[in-house]
């Protein structure tokens, strides 16, 4: 599996983001998605996660009520919506795939297979 994300920018705080993750190979119907993030000089830490027909999500507390987590399986993308942006939500958000169906856990060596990455940052 190949993910390609995409759709990160520079936001004032209180503004919204879609990032969308767009994946290869015929595996990605059947993977459990996650997105992470990692600021300057921070850990990888996990965002949120969705299993394979979107019927179970799971976000880390900092961000929920603003993100929310979505697939479409016709187009092989995961997405994340943000709103609400915070300075403190700026970082790198990675998507990843677990080759389970279904959400293992909220660590990233629970994934195996990553994106690029793409900036989000939120000025104040």
């Known amino acids: 599996v190949q993910l390609q994300a995409s759709g990160g920018g520079l936001v004032q705080a209180g503004g919204s983001l879609r990032l969308s993750c767009a994946a290869s190979?015929?595996?990605?119907?059947?993977?459990?998605m996650g997105w992470f993030r990692q600021a300057p000089g921070k850990e990888r830490e996990f965002v949120a996660a969705i299993n394979w027909n979107g019927g179970s999500t799971v976000y880390t507390d900092s961000v929920k009520g603003r993100f929310t987590i979505s697939r479409d399986n016709a187009k092989n993308t995961v997405y994340l919506q943000m709103n609400s942006l915070e300075p403190e939500d700026t970082a790198v958000y990675y998507c990843a795939a677990d080759r389970s169906p279904n959400i293992r856990g909220i660590m990233a060596r629970e994934y195996d297979y990553w994106g690029q990455g793409t900036q989000v940052t939120v000025s104040s």
């Open positions: 190979g015929r595996t990605f119907s059947r993977s459990a």
